[in-house]
């Protein structure tokens, strides 16, 4: 797979190619129109509080939806294998990683493999900067950013530190006007010019 290449601004390491409120606002229409084959999704506070057994009725539909459309999905999480695989056994995603080590990418582009895809064939859907984004750039994926669905974390120092670097990251890209919220539910992913 193709490395993401940055520009001289360290911060290109860090950008999402869209930023908005929840999972729920992916216009997966759009995503099939730019060519999108694979959905890598994280699991912990982005589809679900890290804390949370079973996934919604709001979850389900949604990964209903991707696949409906003919895009693979992946679910990919850091948490233990108890966690996430009883977590997906109500999900039919077509691929799950459990203690993935993101932003490590060796564990999570071994399983991507399978599907035979390029890097712009898929987008990585995350709430963090470090452990989502980074990786998908490094990766050479888009990569869609969205709001954590709780404030709160594991209690273990990774985890804090993690969530310190995430809100310096952002403060960072917020003042250098790179991040901006589309709280739009219409939009979705925003204009498809975006991804050109």
Known sequence: ????????????????????????????FLLKKIGIKLLVCDLDNTLSPHFTRWPNKKVIDFCKQVQDSGIKLAIVSNNSKRRVLTYTSRLNSDIVVYNAKKPLKRKIVKALMRFDYQPNEMIFLGDQ??????????IGCKSILVLPVTDQS?????????????KYIYKKLEYGNYLKLDYSREKGLGDEHQFI
Not at 129 to 138: C, E, H, K, Q, S
Not at 154 to 166: A, M, R
């Open 1 to 28: 797979m193709k490395r993401y290449r940055a520009k001289s601004n360290w911060l290109n390491y860090f950008r999402p190619t869209i930023f908005i409120k929840s999972f729920s606002d992916v216009n997966v």
């Open 129 to 138: 900067f470090i452990t989502d984004i980074w990786l998908a750039n490094r």
């Open 154 to 166: 594991n209690n273990d120092s990774s985890s804090k530190l993690i969530k310190f670097l995430d």
